[in-house]
């Protein structure tokens, strides 16, 4: 099976623009999560989806959205960027059920100039 | 809430040592705990998972930890290192009601350095 995939792997933008980061699970995985990991914070929970309904949220502010859609890919969106936003966004999937494994996927590094 | 603390930020050690890399956690409820390598621009990777039973798990890679509930530690060892397990070291824990969001707390991780 292909592991989870993540697109792109790298980004540069500007402050005060949007960005949209796409998360393709391992096949028949209906839960995807989403992490920021930064040097200062390390690794952060910002949201899961699991047929496409937002079931937790982390404690980021409303810029940070997501969504995920039938065949259970995720996007991530990020607007009105902020230099503190510089990060590397992990995206993880698994099954369901308490316990399961996540699988990462390598991750795309977000550069906000 | 559950919180997780990694006592060491690095670990340097000699090929062919043993290696502990500590993690305590918090948490009013019981948890699952979970230990993650990442390699140098990479994801994470699962090393190994407590769940329940047995406290002492065995992972991946010869790595093995053990659960002590009164201590509230997972630790992780490995009883003898090779350069290629130089990596980042990520415990964390995770709630166990079924059904619910499978959302990870991380320890601030160990960079392990084996040195030759």
């Known amino acids: 099976k292909a592991g989870v995939t993540q697109t792109p792997r790298y980004l540069i933008k500007t402050r005060g623009q949007q960005v949209t980061l796409s998360c393709s699970p391992i096949?028949?995985?209906?839960?995807v999560s989403w992490y920021q990991q930064t040097p200062g914070q390390g690794l952060q929970f910002l949201f899961e989806?699991?047929?496409?309904?937002?079931?937790n949220k982390g404690n980021f502010p409303g810029r940070f959205s997501g969504r995920q859609f039938s065949n259970s890919r995720s996007e991530m969106n990020v607007s009105t960027l902020e230099l503190g936003d510089s990060a590397l966004y992990l995206c993880?999937?698994?099954?369901?059920?308490?316990?399961?494994?996540?699988?990462f996927g390598p991750g795309t590094r977000l550069l906000v100039l | 809430a559950q919180s997780v603390t990694q006592l060491d930020s690095q670990v340097p050690v000699f090929e062919e040592a043993p290696v502990e890399l500590r993690c305590n956690y918090s948490?009013?409820?019981?948890?699952?705990l979970f230990w993650y390598v990442q390699y140098p621009n990479q994801g994470l990777q699962l090393l190994l998972k407590?769940?329940?039973?047995?406290?002492l798990v065995k992972g991946i890679n010869g790595f093995e930890a053990e659960f002590n509930k009164s201590q509230t530690s997972f630790h992780l060892r490995k009883p003898s290192v090779h350069i290629s397990d130089t990596a980042e070291y990520f415990c964390?824990?995770?709630?166990?009601?079924?059904?619910?969001?499978?959302?990870?707390?991380f320890g601030s991780g160990t960079q392990l350095t084996v040195l030759p």
């Open positions: 993880a999937s698994n099954i369901q059920g308490a316990g399961e494994t996540q699988y």
């Open positions: 948490s009013s409820v019981s948890v699952y």
């Open positions: 096949s028949g995985h209906r839960s």
């Open positions: 989806y699991f047929s496409e309904t937002q079931r």
């Open positions: 964390a824990v995770s709630p166990p009601v079924s059904g619910s969001a499978r959302q990870l707390t």
């Open positions: 407590y769940l329940s039973g047995s406290t």
